[in-house]
């Protein structure tokens, strides 16, 4: 938390950049202080060479987060975002308060291989990422946005493409983790399956596992009052 009695929230993102969390944040809005970043590399924005690892990208947030002299946070993370909020609750304990991973990338689970989804326009993924692919939005494919769709794919590439989209050693670390944590998972998510998030929690002590149905990779947009329901338990909990 901050020096006051609002807390801090940290919403990171996944590919599908910052406006896929609008639900999220609009949830959390009036009862706490809401940070939504834009990964470097997203947005049209440059990723400095130095940023060329999700290890790298979550020291960045750390030393963001402590030079404003922020702590106890509640790190909530979707895909690429959950994987650099564990980092983020490995590297600096006292940094992260409550930590929810959504769908998150970051280990490898024999048997349950993350798709790969390299060069895969959003439409040619919406049938593994959503239960309905209609409820997918897209931006109006002007020449600028589509510069900034490579751009982001080619940030996620660098960050998370070699090994493709897990860190060997991040399994096993993750039994060092302390905060609190809740794993939140779509039921129909074809790009990490639900065995994939079971194995995730699994790997945490004491996390706590949540199926959603009805909802693929990025649940909140599919079934946010569900979404809304699990985490808002889970941090009454944590608060408790």
């Known amino acids: 938390m901050t020096t006051t009695a609002t807390p801090t929230v940290l919403l990171l993102h996944g590919g599908a950049g910052p406006a896929s969390l609008r639900p999220l944040a609009n949830h959390f809005a009036g009862s706490a202080d809401v940070l939504t970043p834009t990964h470097p590399g997203w947005g049209g924005t440059e990723l400095p060479a130095e940023l060329d690892s999700?290890?790298?990208?979550?020291?960045?947030?750390?030393?963001?987060?402590?030079?404003?002299?922020?702590?106890?946070?509640?790190?909530?993370?979707?895909?690429?975002?959950?994987?650099?909020?564990?980092?983020?609750?490995?590297?600096?304990?006292?940094?992260?308060?409550?930590?929810?991973?959504?769908?998150?990338?970051?280990?490898?689970?024999?048997?349950?291989?993350?798709r790969d989804i390299t060069g895969l326009s959003p439409q040619q993924i919406a049938p593994f990422s959503f239960h309905d692919p209609a409820k997918l939005v897209l931006p109006e494919p002007t020449p600028e946005n589509l510069a900034i769709a490579r751009g982001n794919q080619a940030a996620l590439q660098t960050l998370a493409g070699d090994p493709y989209m897990h860190d060997p050693t991040l399994k096993a670390r993750l039994?060092?983790?302390?905060?609190?944590?809740?794993?939140?998972?779509?039921?129909?998510?074809?790009?990490?399956?639900?065995?994939?998030?079971?194995?995730?929690?699994?790997?945490?002590?004491g996390a706590q596992f949540v199926e959603i149905a009805d909802a693929g990779h990025l649940p909140f947009l599919e079934e946010p009052d569900a979404v809304f329901a699990a985490l808002d338990e889970f941090l009454a909990s944590v608060a408790a």
């Open 54 to 114: 999700v290890r790298a990208l979550a020291a960045h947030y750390q030393r963001m987060l402590e030079s404003a002299g922020t702590s106890g946070v509640i790190a909530i993370g979707s895909s690429l975002g959950g994987w650099i909020g564990a980092e983020l609750a490995l590297a600096e304990p006292g940094l992260i308060r409550a930590l929810v991973l959504i769908d998150s990338a970051g280990i490898a689970v024999p048997g349950e291989p993350v």
């Open 175 to 205: 039994a060092q983790l302390a905060a609190p944590t809740l794993v939140m998972w779509g039921r129909d998510d074809r790009i990490m399956t639900p065995a994939y998030g079971r194995a995730f929690a699994d790997s945490i002590p």
